[in-house]
């Protein structure tokens, strides 16, 4: 359920409101995590970071050289940077499932991802 006011969006979910200011102010934090988690992960492990993050070589050189300024700008945008990589509902279906072949269904899973191709840069 959602109303709104002259000034912000309310949300209503499980009796809680939520404007869309801190909404807002939600995602910069999810956008920050997730570029310091990605430039991590790039500075101790190129290789396992591409296929992680499901990014391609030239992301992530770009993602290793931003600054720490240029991370925070980068993660202000009002739209989450990070998305699922489970476009299939069979990936989604095979990880979220708790059956008894659970020991197989997550590497499985992980197959299936990794031949899935990685994010291209928008160059124009």
């Not at 000034?7 to 209503?12: A, G, K, Y």
């Not at 869309?20 to 310091?36: F, G, M, P, T, V």
């Not at 990605?38 to 030239?58: K, P, V, W, Y």
């Amino acid at each position: 359920m959602c109303f709104t006011n002259q000034r912000n969006h309310f949300i209503v979910q499980g009796g809680i409101v939520v404007t869309a200011d801190q909404i807002h102010e939600e995602i910069k934090e999810a956008n920050l995590s997730y570029l310091l988690l990605a430039q991590n992960m790039i500075h101790q492990d190129l290789a396992s970071a591409i296929f992680r993050l499901g990014i391609n070589e030239e992301m992530a050189g770009l993602i290793a050289s931003l600054t720490p300024a240029q991370l925070i700008k980068m993660s202000a945008t009002n739209m989450l940077l990070c998305s699922f990589r489970f476009d299939e509902n069979l990936l989604l279906s095979m990880i979220t499932n708790y059956t008894k072949d659970r020991l197989m269904s997550q590497p499985h899973a992980a197959i299936l991802m990794a031949q899935q191709p990685v994010a291209q840069l928008a160059i124009g």
